[in-house]
């Protein structure tokens, strides 16, 4: 699967490939990048919102993404 | 009872007089300040009969009671008339460094009505306000006339200036200060060209404000300032400015491309976001007085065909509605049209988003060649934007420029046929770049419910729906999805009085978003001595938001006018909200009916007016029901 953070993320989660453990979920996938925690983070799963509890899907392409607000 | 806080100033420049009187203690806590005091005041004052552009009408600047405390965010000031852009009663904010220049002159505010003959300015010091000839500012831009006012006033004097756009008064001109700070919305420039106001001047000595308790001020401002700068928010802001998360903000659909006809686009992501800013064009960040969080953007584009000299540089909603709206992702083109529509003195919310409406009905065939002058209005056209199509808008030239100058809603209704429905405003007044399809349903019923017409910043739903404020002490934590109508109306209720206490006092959303409410509550009381308890502050803001909703039915709005447009609800094409729907009807009914809103009138039933002590609003609107 690929992984990428965008706007303040791309600092925390750079662009990368990773092979993770079958049946991990997003949360766990979070769980490897140190975001701040004030962070409130929603998972982009191609393209798609999706909760953290989910789990991922094989050759998935995620893009974490933080709500602060602003502008 | 005694409010610390100070006297305000009429000016009629009609009559060229000037007088000063205090408006009681208890009117202020109860309306707070700001935009709360300034719908006080204008339902009091104004003739209801004037429209916008009158001599009659009222022209209103209002500070908070924090003006001037060394807090970061605490000092932005309130500008509120009838806008001539949508008729309603309409608040803008600036921020800067005038609300404690103004406080330092002794000053809570400005109420201006009249007209003055020959174009003039006001002009404030420690001992005297008066009214001077302002012809050699006339006709100038507002970098120009700020460095004029600097020449003939000295380094100390702070200025609030119109351009030509708001000498021509386009409905959507705005007020700059210092050339950088905006009143951008609603149209509050084109009130003070009509007024022949180009300028208000303030060089007093600084100043500490008189507060009731200094000593518990200053701790406050000691508690709370290393949280506002530790918070992530405001490193974000710091480091990037407010478009620091447009690239999140587009990955999650709430960044409206193309005129709203999509709200993805992953170029435009990257090469608009706030990091490709500082690392492209930011020569450093600005500030606002006293704030620790400085998001403000200083830039410059070396070369190229869209080149500036370093300035002020765009915020999040002009990075979008000159970039993505447009579908353009060129940054560079965003930084000049930035300078270009301030200098000239335009929101540029609205002035990007009437060209983006323009842009489509151009490419449905609904604008033709020969209705624009022959001008082309492709997508990302950026040159004409910049070059054609802003100049043309401030003077109101025939033909195209005319035509955008009028706003979107009244430029669709002009061109006919279906124009209006791809239109993005509520009220007339354009949506801010925030899509409610994606980036959260309770947007759509904010804009909706906004007094001002569609806004994310009357209400701090913007803050609650993406979970950036929780207030467990008034019953809301961050819990909601945003892609529902699930919560959204019990959620607006909280908000609407939040924001309208957030305006009221006027704070810079950003820089208090880590208060809790007994820290706004103790906020008050230590610099104006208010009383407040939670339950207080919260009633006023509930009062201010209700007394604005009454002024709006008094001049013709009713719950039909909470509407948003076709284009805004309907499902979005591209990205994650792709397909789903916004259950608006739903959100608006369930919304009145927490507020004890009439669904036909649109305002309070009389027991709640009655209940919050707007007495004669009952009697107006509701005579003979208790
Ligand atoms: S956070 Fe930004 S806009 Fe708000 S007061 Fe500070 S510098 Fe001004």
Not at chain 2, 124 to 136: E, H, K, M, Y
């Amino acid at each position: 699967m690929r992984v990428k953070g965008a706007g303040p993320l791309r600092a925390h989660v750079p662009e990368s490939e990773l092979v993770l453990p079958a049946g991990s979920t997003l949360d766990a996938l979070v769980a490897r990048f140190s975001i701040p925690s004030e962070h409130p983070v929603v998972a982009m799963v191609d393209g798609k919102r999706s909760s953290l509890k989910n789990q991922l899907r094989d050759g998935s392409h995620v893009v974490l993404v933080t709500l602060l607000p602003g502008g | 009872m005694h409010a610390f806080v100070e006297k305000i100033a009429h000016i009629d420049l009609g009559a060229g007089a000037v007088s000063s009187r205090e408006i009681p203690a208890q009117t202020w806590i109860s309306y707070i300040g700001g935009s709360g005091l300034a719908a006080r005041l204008f339902r009091d004052e104004a003739d209801f009969t004037a429209d916008a552009l009158d001599p009659r009408a009222l022209l209103i600047f209002l500070n908070g009671p924090l003006a001037g405390v060394r807090l970061s965010g605490a000092s932005r000031l309130c500008a509120a008339a009838r806008s001539p852009l949508t008729g309603a009663f309409a608040d803008s904010s600036c921020g800067g460094y005038f609300a404690p220049a103004l406080r330092h002159a002794g000053l809570g505010g400005l109420v201006f009505t009249g007209r003055a003959e020959t174009p003039s300015l006001l002009f404030i010091d420690n001992d005297s306000i008066q009214i001077q000839d302002a012809a050699f500012l006339w006709g100038k831009g507002i970098e120009e006339s700020t460095a004029l006012i600097r020449a003939k006033y000295g380094q100390r004097a702070r200025s609030l200036v119109i351009g030509p756009a708001g000498e021509n008064m386009v409905p959507f001109a705005g007020i700059m200060h210092e050339a950088h700070h905006a009143f951008g919305r609603c149209g509050m420039g084109a009130v003070m060209g009509s007024k022949n106001l180009k300028a208000i001047v303030a060089s007093a000595k600084p100043r500490d404000p008189e507060l009731a308790h200094p000593g518990r001020v200053r701790e406050l401002v000691k508690e709370l300032t290393p949280r506002i700068k530790d918070f992530v928010m405001s490193q974000v802001l710091h480091e990037y400015g407010s478009p620091g998360n447009l690239e999140g903000h587009m990955h999650s659909g709430d960044v409206p491309i193309r005129n709203w006809t999509s709200n993805f686009n992953e170029e435009m992501a990257e090469s608009l976001t706030g990091s490709t800013l500082t690392e492209t064009y930011l020569t450093r960040a600005g500030t606002c007085a006293y704030c620790a969080v400085a998001c403000k953007r200083i830039v410059k584009v070396d070369e190229g065909p869209f080149a500036v000299d370093e300035g002020p540089g765009p915020e999040y909603e002009t990075v979008a509605a000159f970039g993505s709206l447009l579908g353009s992702p060129d940054l560079a083109a965003v930084c000049k049209a930035n300078r270009v529509c301030n200098d000239l003195g335009m929101d540029t919310i609205t002035a990007g988003a009437t060209i983006a409406w323009a842009m489509e009905a151009f490419e449905r065939g609904d604008l033709t060649l020969e209705q624009t002058g022959g001008v082309s209005l492709e997508w990302a056209n950026m040159r004409t934007v910049i070059d054609t199509l802003l100049p043309a808008m401030a003077r109101r030239e025939e033909g195209i420029g005319a035509l955008l100058a009028m706003g979107s809603a009244a430029a669709a209704r002009a061109i006919g046929g279906g124009a209006i429905d791809y239109t993005a405003q509520c009220k007339g007044l354009e949506a801010p770049m925030h899509d409610p399809r994606g980036g959260g349903h309770g947007h759509a019923l904010a804009y909706a419910m906004s007094p001002r017409g569609a806004c994310h910043v009357s209400s701090a739903m913007h803050y609650m729906e993406t979970g950036a404020c929780n207030y467990p002490e008034i019953g809301f934590e961050f819990n909601l999805e945003a892609l529902t109508d699930e919560g959204k109306p019990e959620t607006m209720m909280l908000a609407a009085a939040m924001g309208c206490i957030e305006n009221s006092a006027c704070l810079c959303q950003y820089a208090d978003r880590t208060f809790t409410i007994p820290e706004i509550v103790e906020l008050f009381n230590a610099a104006a001595g208010y009383g407040y308890d939670a339950a207080a502050m919260v009633e006023a803001g509930y009062r201010v938001f209700h007394l604005k909703r009454c002024i709006n039915y008094l001049l013709g709005f009713t719950a039909g006018d909470d509407a948003l447009t076709p284009r805004m609800l309907e499902p979005a094409r591209d990205g994650d909200p792709a397909g789903i729907e916004i259950r608006f009807d739903d959100m608006k009914a369930r919304f009145y009916e927490l507020m004890d809103m009439d669904p036909e009138k649109g305002v309070a039933r009389a027991a709640r007016l009655r209940a919050l002590g707007l007495q004669d609003e009952a009697d107006a609107i509701w005579p003979g029901i208790s």
